[in-house]
């Protein structure tokens, strides 16, 4: 492992952080640069001695590149970049929108001769892998996706843009067989009523069928932890055998382990043939770096 | 899926029954028939309608192969099977020797164009898919198994071949970190003293390690029982962040997984290019049948 495979990081918001981390741990990848909107903004700190450009062409020698942007925006991010060759891996989750996606990259990578793979955080991504596995031996039953306790990015997203709310934080927490709860802390904007605003958060789509509960609270900064989880349970039938429990549980830092998937997949990306993939498309040892039998040996 | 897969069973034991009852719950797979050793007893009353035969040439059209055999027949076997162009399935379990026999398989499938999936039970098998996943996204820190509770199979055939034991179960418990305690229980030959027995079998090589209890019964076959459990922990880092927590966990019937696995695998090694694989070198989706865009729009 003398060349180490260089990654670009496209965006450097909460997970675009945490990639750098990813990267600078794995034996086998060096960061070629961030890619970045703009430049007009002092750089952080953490951005000081790493080439930061404000398009990919400007780096140098990019094997492979994390879409750590906005998930809307992963489709004209991932066509423009295997248009150049390069293979791209993102962590899109609007779920009915995969299918689709992964066709356009499909499309896209065998022209570039290159690699796509999607929707590779830990829900959609790890999990998916592990809810295909559970699925196939126990061919029958019900998976339950139980998530939390932990702060969804999606909510949180769709209560900041309700009117009357100045920050908010939406905490997911599981009440079992795949239903949830939204606890959802905000501070509310000047001369707006509280009951009118938590009864606009109750009535938005992300939040009109599940239980949810509004607190307005002074400082909702003060709340915030990236902690988050899953249980994924399934009880179903192995050929004629009923009773067959299966559960995958996690307790993880959000951006921490969305990244390190991240990086995953794009070890695994450097090795498959041209194409878009999802997580449960990879075998689990294309993950890992280095020799295979090394890993055969320690993990069979 | 018109045509349906055509697979024997070679090895009518525990697994074998099971493995029947998995091919015929799966929509892509039919019966060939099932390989003795020898017809000379009759044949049991669920072997009535299917073809049972000696010699795997004497079935009709075999795609795929599932041997289950002893774990030390099986390289005899799939060498033998693999140079007739028929792909295997096996659950060999003996640690140190599956990179040697992934070598000795792999060598035999490419010179005949087929496929061999090895160490295909659930550990190895779908555990090593799971651990493998685990050190790929958390790649710094701890993984253990924790067996149990659940009758050890490898550990009861160790007993019964101790002189004084006339009939023997071991069952394994998890006490944590990896760690286990044996509870095994027997059936006294006449003449024989119960204390030098059981200091026989604390020494043998598969219990000298751990915790053993050995408890003389008068009626060992009132005390089996298939169920089997595993969990699987993992404590690490993932990037620059410590913490990270997963556990997979199983209650299951044993040989109705194995079997449900083995199918799995075949299901695979149908898909693949010619070679030798261990469970972690197959990507999740090939263990299902049908559409992979059905399966993504289900499990992502």
Redesign the interface.
Known sequence: MNQKYRVAVVGYGNIGR??L??I???PDFELAGVVRRSLTEKQPSALQDIPVVTSIDALDKVDVALLCTPTRAVEEYALDILSRGIATVDTFDI?SG??PL?RSLHAAAIAHKTVAVL?AG?D?G?D??????M??????GITYTNFGPGMSMGHTVAVKAIGGVEKALSITIPVGTGLHRRMVYIELAPGYNEAEVAQRIKQDDYFAHDETHVVVVDDVDQLIDMGHGVSMERKG?????H???????????NP??T???M??AARAALRMAPGAY????????D??PGD??K??????
Request: aromatic share 6%.
């Open positions: 945490y990639a981390d990813a600078k741990a794995s779920h995969i299918v992964r929707s830990w959609p790890s998916s892998m592990v809810r295909t596995l699925e196939a031996i126990v061919p029958r039938v192995s050929g004629a055998t009773n067959q429990h299966l559960n995958f549980e996690m307790r993880i830092n921490a382990l990244a390190q998937v990086v995953c999802t997580m449960p498309e990879i075998a689990p040892i993950l890992l295979r039998e890993w055969i040996t320690k993990l069979c």
